[in-house]
């Protein structure tokens, strides 16, 4: 069996198209036929892989964009939650657990500003076309390479919903340090949102952070205004966030161990 880092040792630097087919080769190997939602424009490419048995009806969705932004490896975002996503396809092929596994394309936009990014294409196209009543939970996976804190976001006062209390218990078995962060929507969003929006309210996004950074995090996401990112500002913040969308963004800052821990969260909520 190959490693998760190795997995996004194979995605990182390839172009979408090249990444989407990695995918669907790592899916075929295991015998998984997953079903492909495309459109021509603008062009997506979703591929879907079903692993509930027959007969299931309520069913655990974890998803994660495949995508890059233009001129990064992308290997934290998101070749990582690609990697984790295998992981959990590889473990449930043959017994099948009640869940469906979703891997996003067009996440990333056409700008790098926040705010004006033009995302999410990948995820929109998916709700516009599927129904998400035999849903129970959504679970985005982003970040997932490097740190040992689980960061589940985002999660304001408000958000004390079923999904992250899932997300927090399972922690908690696994003996998982976990967090809840609450993101602004204007920096940082993820394919958690269109459901959001949608009215959807079990979805979230789930991270690896590292744990000592998470103080100096908070602190900074605090100043952030909309009307500072508009400008085009962006805050300092620590890593991965200083380092997602750039060159930078490779394997060597990653390790197996977070992707194992993720992979042992998400296996533990899709058994849920
Ligand atoms: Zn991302």
Redesign the pocket.
């Known amino acids: 069996m190959v490693s998760l880092l190795e997995h996004i040792r194979q995605l990182e630097s390839r172009d979408n198209q090249a990444r989407g087919d990695y995918v669907l080769d790592m899916l075929s190997s295991m015998g998984i036929a997953p079903l492909l939602q495309e459109r021509r424009w603008p062009a997506i490419r979703n591929i879907i892989a079903d692993l509930a048995p027959a007969g299931a009806d309520r069913k655990r969705f974890f998803c994660a ?1 495949y995508d890059t ?1 233009k001129g990064s490896p992308g290997a934290n ?2 070749a990582s ?1 690609v990697a984790v996503l295998l992981g959990l396809c590889q473990r449930f092929k043959e017994t099948g657990a009640a869940v469906r596994v979703v891997f996003f394309d067009r ?2 936009g056409a700008s790098t500003k926040p705010v004006l990014r033009m995302g999410l294409l990948g995820s929109l196209y998916y709700i516009w076309k599927n129904s998400l009543k035999d849903i129970t939970a959504i679970y985005n996976l ?2 997932c390479g490097q740190g040992d804190t689980m960061v589940i976001w985002p999660v304001d006062r408000s958000g004390d919903t079923a999904a992250v209390r899932g997300a927090e218990r399972a922690a908690a078995r696994l003996a998982i340090p976990w967090q809840r962060l609450d993101m602004p929507w204007a920096l940082q969003s ?1 394919d958690h949102l269109p459901f959001r929006m949608a009215g959807f309210k079990e979805a979230i996004s789930l991270s690896m952070l590292p744990g000592d950074g998470m103080s100096l995090l908070k602190e900074r996401l605090n100043g952030v205004t909309a009307a500072g990112l508009m400008t085009g500002r962006r805050p300092e913040l620590p890593e991965p966030f200083s380092v ?1 969308h750039t060159a930078e963004d490779t394997s060597a800052r990653l390790g197996e161990e977070p992707l194992q821990m993720m992979l042992a969260l998400v296996l533990a909520l899709a058994g849920d």
């Open positions: 964009h932004a975002d998101n939650g996440e990333e982003e970040f993820s997602f």
